[in-house]
């Protein structure tokens, strides 16, 4: 297969996400990452089923009338994102 060079313009975030795999992966460049990441994509390595989030959501009994559970709901989200962040960049998830 022919390699082509390209310019391609990623949010700080994805570079770094790439970097990070880059040297979890023992790649030589940040190139060869983003190409193997392609390619699994492409033959849907990547790709999860749908899933149901139902019952995955606990909010405190106290809160009956629901007044803080926003909040709740939110830290919950946060703390998601944070552990599918640390498991990206190869890193332990804090409790």
Same mark, same amino acid.
């Given at each position: 297969? #022919?390699?082509?060079?390209?310019?391609? !313009? %990623?949010?700080?975030? @994805? %570079?770094?996400? &790439?970097?990070?795999?880059? @040297?979890?992966? *023992? =790649?030589? @460049?940040? #190139?060869?990452? &983003? @190409?193997?990441?392609? =390619?699994?994509?492409? =033959?849907?390595? $990547?790709? +999860?089923?749908?899933?149901?989030?139902? *019952?995955?959501?606990? %909010?405190?009994?106290? !809160?009956?009338?629901?007044?803080?559970?926003?909040?709740? %709901?939110?830290?919950? $989200?946060?703390?998601?994102?944070?552990?599918? =962040?640390? +498991?990206? +960049?190869?890193?332990?998830?804090?409790?």
């Amino acid at each position: 297969m #022919s390699i082509k060079t390209v310019s391609v !313009d %990623l949010e700080t975030e @994805n %570079l770094r996400w &790439l970097q990070s795999r880059a @040297n979890i992966s *023992g =790649a030589r @460049n940040i #190139s060869k990452t &983003l @190409n193997e990441v392609l =390619a699994k994509v492409r =033959a849907g390595g $990547f790709a +999860a089923k749908p899933r149901s989030v139902r *019952g995955t959501i606990r %909010l405190p009994e106290a !809160d009956l009338e629901l007044e803080s559970a926003g909040k709740h %709901l939110s830290e919950q $989200f946060r703390r998601s994102l944070e552990r599918t =962040a640390q +498991a990206l +960049a190869g890193t332990a998830p804090k409790a």
